[in-house]
T-cell receptor, first 116, second 111 residues
Framework: KAGVTQTPRYLIKTRGQQVTLSCSPI?????VSWYQQTPGQGLQFLFE???????NKGNFPGRFSGRQFSNSRSEMNVSTLELGDSALYLC???????????????FGAGSRLTVL | QQPVQSPQAVILREGEDAVINCSSS?????VHWYRQKHGEAPVFLMI?????EQKGHDKISASFNEKKQQSSLYLTASQLSYSGTYFC????????????FGKGTRLSVIA
């Protein structure tokens, strides 16, 4: 069973540009969540999508947006990049539904964004 | 609110034990524990539901004190492979809220 795939793995942008990150969840997983990881801050929740609908949203500015497609693949976009947006962006999928494991996350390797 | 983890970092020699704590100010439905090795994705270790049940996974176990809204991760007879950053993730309501993670505890096991 293939894991969560994120592309690109590394990218460098300059301030003011925009970026789009992609995530393919584990087959059969219907929920996709995005987290931002920076040194010392842990994993900060960005948003969660389920059935092409945003189910939850974290406390990030409107420059951060996302979407989910009918095949459960998800993208997140950051517009007007700032230096502080440099981080590892992690995507995670979960099966949802019933059972104790419904909300357990399987993470991708992440997309490391550097903003210059 | 982000759960609070302690300690922030710990160094152990092989064979020693460690305890990592995770506290929340909110009533919790579940606590998840993940480990992230350097340069890798976080990996799920175990989940605990409210009810105080203790779970185990090899020499790593955890407990959940519902009254205190606190979970503890116990690592016994540590091995070099235990090195990494441990995160607790808390869930407030069943399936309706996202996992909120603590800032992590960096564990280094040395020979």
């Amino acid at each position: 069973k293939a894991g969560v795939t994120q592309t690109p793995r590394y990218l460098i942008k300059t301030r003011g540009q925009q970026v789009t990150l992609s995530c393919s969840p584990i087959s059969g997983h219907r929920s996709v969540s995005w987290y931002q990881q920076t040194p010392g801050q842990g994993l900060q929740f960005l948003f969660e999508y389920f059935s092409e609908t945003q189910r939850n949203k974290g406390n990030f500015p409107g420059r951060f947006s996302g979407r989910q497609f009918s095949n459960s693949r998800s993208e997140m976009n950051v517009s007007t990049l700032e230096l502080g947006d440099s981080a590892l962006y992690l995507c995670a999928s979960s099966p949802l539904g019933q059972g104790i494991m419904a909300n357990v996350l399987t993470f991708g390797a992440g997309s490391r964004l550097t903003v210059l | 609110q982000q759960p609070v983890q302690s300690p922030q970092a710990v160094i152990l020699r092989e064979g020693e034990d460690a305890v990592i704590n995770c506290s929340s100010s909110k009533a919790l439905y579940s606590v998840h524990w993940y480990r992230q090795k350097h340069g890798e994705a976080p990996v799920f270790l175990m989940i605990l539901l409210k009810g105080g049940e203790q779970k185990g996974h090899d020499k790593i176990s955890a407990s959940f004190n519902e009254k205190k809204q606190q979970s503890s991760l116990y690592l016994t007879a540590s091995q070099l492979s235990y090195s990494g950053t441990y995160f607790c993730g808390t869930e407030s309501n069943s399936g309706n809220t996202p996992l909120v993670f603590g800032k992590g505890t960096r564990l280094s096991v040395i020979a």
